[in-house]
């Protein structure tokens, strides 16, 4: 099964793409945690993208498609996988379309979690990040069992620069404006299903568990 998550920077997508990965036993596959483990390891790739994340702009499709065709073509991809962050640009989407075209294969679901400009900000202002294991927290909606650390790996749990709000602001123009047409493009594929991301974790996850069956 190939999945797409869609959805405004800190809709939910991240969160319910691990419990997705987890329940159908495919690999979790996020451009934005490779470019941040780039940068953590200091590559090339990773200074590259740090100058636009840090701006909120997006890392130029030349540098973000490569990986992503690199990442989805290695042997723990061949079952499907789940796609958190990409694509984010129609061009992004039609070189994934044609990929797999030419594989005969294609996308199965994007699934678009739906949650209000409004919600964004106080869902990236409350993100704490693990930059260790990926892992995710909410200050107030999904803490952590002990305050500042990573359940999974004990890690000291950090928020992300391009979560302070004035980032967040451009992060939310530049999703409009680039990435939210991807919704239409995928209505039109006919695999488009759009849940309500201002539900309760659970609940999110049981609507998106219900149509994927
Ligand atoms: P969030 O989950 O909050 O939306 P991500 O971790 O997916 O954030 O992405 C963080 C940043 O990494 C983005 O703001 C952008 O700069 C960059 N990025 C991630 N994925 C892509 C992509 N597919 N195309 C371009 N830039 C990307
Ligand atoms: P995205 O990957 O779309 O940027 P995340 O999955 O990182 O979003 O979630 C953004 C923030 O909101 C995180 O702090 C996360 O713990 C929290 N969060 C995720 N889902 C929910 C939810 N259903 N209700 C409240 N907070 C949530
Ligand atoms: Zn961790």
Redesign the pocket.
């Known amino acids: 099964m190939k999945i797409i998550m869609l959805g ?3 809709a939910g ?2 969160t319910q793409a691990k419990m997705v990965a987890e329940k159908y036993h495919i690999p979790h596959i ?4 490779i ?2 483990a780039n940068i953590k390891n200091g590559t090339k790739l990773g200074m590259e ?1 740090k100058e ?2 840090d701006k ?6 030349e540098l ?1 498609v490569k990986i ?1 065709l690199d990442r989805v073509a290695q042997e723990d991809c061949q079952g499907g996988y789940v796609l ?6 129609i061009p ?1 989407a039609e070189v994934l379309d044609r990929a797999l075209a030419e594989l005969g294969d294609a996308i199965d679901y994007a699934v678009n979690v739906d949650v209000p400009d409004e919600n964004i900000v106080n869902r ?1 202002s409350g993100r704490r990040a693990c930059l260790s294991c990926g892992a995710t927290y909410h200050m107030v909606h999904i803490p952590p069992k002990k305050e500042g650390v990573c359940d999974t790996c004990g890690q000291p749990l950090v928020l992300r620069d ?2 302070k709000p004035e980032t967040v602001k451009n ?1 939310l123009g ?1 999703y409009h404006e680039q990435t939210q047409p991807l919704i239409d493009f995928y209505e039109k594929k006919g695999v488009l299903k759009t849940v309500d991301g201002t539900q309760d974790m659970k609940d999110v996850f049981q609507a998106i568990a219900a149509i994927l069956g």
């Not at 909120?56 to 499709?61: A, E, F, H, K, R």
């Open positions: 405004a920077p800190g997508k991240g996020s451009t934005g945690d470019f941040r993208a636009y994340m909120g702009l997006l890392v130029p499709d973000t992503l958190d962050g990409f694509p984010r640009t992004q990236m391009d979560d992060r530049v």
